[in-house]
């Protein structure tokens, strides 16, 4: 087995494509240890020490390195680590799919939608997942809908996006304007 191995806009993330399906559909980010007790994969990669954060995708996974870690010595342990786990057709999660795993709601009230502007937010969502994720993935991240208000688009940046240097950019440059471009009541776009 091969994995490819391939840079991201935020130096401290690689995404490593191991040639074959990671996850059948969404994504899962693990930012802690504690997070990762759900996943023996994500467990090991944090058990190194030197690795911060995990995102699963649908054919990828990214690893971020903490900070001052060369990806000199961390890549060949992640890749052993990865490896290992494709190649003997371990569970992703506990429990052997994620079935198990609750992710908890959002109630997060500050974001929360009004219904008056469900015809607006299906637009939003819509294009976040036909256009939008689709291109963040490719970079090695995935972004989250969190709210609408008062023509403001709220996004959650993931994985080898959350904490890059570019991700304003292209909230502010890319997101913006083409949320803009097709959805006049939106005015702009913010990290939540």
Not at 53 to 63: A, H, I, Q, T, Y
Not at 114 to 143: F, S, Y
Request: hydrophobic share 40%.
């Amino acid at each position: 087995m091969f994995i490819e191995t391939e840079t991201t806009p935020n130096p401290a993330t690689l995404k490593f494509l191991p040639g074959e399906q990671v996850m059948a559909s969404g994504t899962r980010e693990f930012t802690s240890p504690e997070a990762a007790e759900a996943s023996p994969l994500a467990q090991a990669l944090f058990d190194l020490g030197d690795v911060t954060g995990v995102l699963f995708g649908r054919d990828f996974v990214s690893v971020t390195a903490a900070p001052g870690v060369e990806w000199a010595s961390l890549k060949p342990q992640v890749l052993s680590i990865l490896l290992d786990h494709f190649v003997s057709q371990a569970p992703l999660f506990v429990g052997g799919s994620a079935a198990g795993i609750a992710v908890p709601a959002d109630t997060d009230d500050e974001f929360a939608d009004d219904p008056a502007d469900a015809d607006i937010i299906d637009q939003i969502k819509d294009l976040i997942e036909t256009r939008v994720r689709p291109a963040v993935a490719n970079d090695g991240g995935d972004i989250i809908y969190k709210g609408f208000r008062e023509g403001v688009v709220y996004l959650q940046m993931q994985g080898a996006c959350s904490g890059c240097p570019s991700s304003t950019a292209t909230l502010k440059n890319g997101i913006e304007s083409l949320l803009k471009h097709y959805v006049p009541e939106v005015s702009e776009v913010r990290a939540a």
